[in-house]
Nanobody, 122 residues
Framework: QVQLVESGGGLVQVGGSLSLSCAAS????????MGWYRQAPGKQRELVAD???????GYADPVKGRFTISRDNAKTTVYLQMNSLKPEDTGVYYC????????????????WGQGTQVTVSS
């Protein structure tokens, strides 16, 4: 069984910073890319940033220059440093991981965390 456990959300004022983390655990053979998505009320879930197993990163245009995604050396934990936060960054942030649960299964499956609320007040 695979779990992605997020932490670090909360309430912050405009211009402030928050740091999110997400740790993958359980029956994991190999983790590929990991990422962060967010969902604002009444809107679809959207990609915020992702990072490959080799460390290549990608960002959605609205967060470029403000957010930084990273992984630990073991590559089982992904972080999102969010600076210069804006009210439009408010939403539930979800961690994702493409991983193989066991050596016998060659396919990668996308797993999700439970989500953590980020609220930016003006």
């Amino acid at each position: 069984q695979v779990q992605l456990v997020e932490s670090g959300g909360g309430l912050v004022q405009v211009g402030g910073s928050l740091s999110l983390s997400c740790a993958a655990s359980g029956n994991i053979f190999r983790i590929g890319s990991m990422g962060w998505y967010r969902q604002a009320p009444g809107k679809q879930r959207e990609l915020v940033a992702d990072i490959s197993s080799g460390g290549t990163t990608g960002y959605a245009d609205p967060v470029k220059g403000r957010f930084t995604i990273s992984r630990d050396n073991a590559k089982t934990t992904v972080y999102l440093q969010m600076n210069s936060l804006k009210p439009e960054d408010t939403g539930v942030y979800y961690c994702s991981a493409n991983l193989r649960a066991d050596i016998g299964n060659p396919y990668y499956t996308l797993y999700w965390g439970q989500g953590t609320q980020v609220t930016v007040s003006s």
